[in-house]
């Protein structure tokens, strides 16, 4: 068998596909190259300087990414993941494998699978897990009609990728009806203890907490929590709304997901300022007391 490492291309090169990127380099793949709609701008400086670092090539732009590509990884924000398929689809040759690790609903998973039609071999992933620090061996669920064929091949990277089924938008859905209760127990823990802060019974909700969930420490639940969603509300707002979609395409009116998207999103916003950001590498008292002053601020 080849010891030769196929050739990778990330479409959408932020935090997910640097760590991921930064694994593969890691496992021995030689050829990676990168392209993100922020490389034009002075935002995306920080990503080409992150690329160069792990000595991944920059690409002037989606065509160019893509060229001789045996996988494409997309790894776009939820909303631009149809028209990062659009971006690159003239451009593929080949039929390389196209892993959308994208967050977004099953239906919009088939949609870009019938876009992509016979240029790709495209997979539906899923990321189970948060990304750091297992990077490119973060659990994933692969779907499909090619998933199958890719296994092997990833699995020959050292990532670490379960069948979750022969249809496109299998993995979809187990990753969107998990983050209801994922991202609904974040939002929940904000709000809860938001209030419990104002009231002056954190201790004290924490301990009756435990008396009806044993099994979770509450002390590392808290500003886990809150942390997650300070750093990523954006973009699990943005997900969170994808769940939404899910769940009216099964039937299921999203009551509380959407009360989920509100928080993540408010959360995401109050995230970005530096009374909270500093805040964030402190006790939870002093995570707490920032978050509620700078929501208050807010109305």
Not at 189 to 196: G, I, M, V, Y
Not at 266 to 272: K, R
């Amino acid at each position: 068998m080849s010891d030769v490492k196929p050739a990778i291309c990330f479409i959408g090169f932020g935090e997910a596909g640097q760590a991921i990127a930064a694994g593969l380099r890691e496992a021995g793949v030689a050829r990676i190259a990168a392209w993100d709609i922020l490389f034009p701008h002075a935002e995306g400086e920080p990503l080409k300087r992150a690329g160069e670092a792990l000595g991944v090539r920059c690409a002037l732009s989606a065509s160019d990414a893509v060229r001789d590509a045996d996988i494409v990884i997309s790894a776009v924000t939820a909303a631009a993941s149809l028209e990062a398929a659009q971006s690159v689809e003239p451009h593929l040759t080949g039929k390389p494998y196209f892993l959308d690790i994208n967050s977004v609903s099953p239906g919009r998973k088939q949609d870009t699978a019938k876009l992509l039609g016979d240029r790709a071999r495209y997979v539906d992933v899923a990321v189970i897990a948060p990304i750091h620090p297992a990077r490119h061996q973060t659990p994933m669920l692969i779907a499909g009609p090619h998933a199958a064929a890719a296994a092997p091949v990833l699995g020959a990277l050292d990532m670490r990728v379960s069948i979750a089924g022969s249809e496109t938008g299998a993995a979809a859905a187990i990753k969107m009806v998990r983050s209801v209760m994922i991202k609904g127990i974040e939002a929940l823990t904000l709000e809860c203890f938001l209030a419990a802060a104002r009231a002056g019974v954190v201790d004290e909700v924490v301990a009756s907490l435990k008396n009806n969930y044993p099994g979770l420490e509450w002390a590392k639940v808290i500003p886990y929590n809150l942390e997650r969603m300070a750093s990523h509300g954006e973009r699990r707002a943005a997900e969170m709304e994808e769940v939404a979609a899910t769940l009216r395409e099964l039937g299921v009116e999203p009551l509380m997901t959407s009360g989920t998207v509100t928080r993540q999103r408010e959360m995401g916003q109050i995230g970005t300022q530096a009374s909270v950001r500093g805040a964030l590498k402190k006790d939870r008292a002093a995570m707490l007391g920032a978050i509620s002053a700078a929501a208050r601020d807010r109305h």
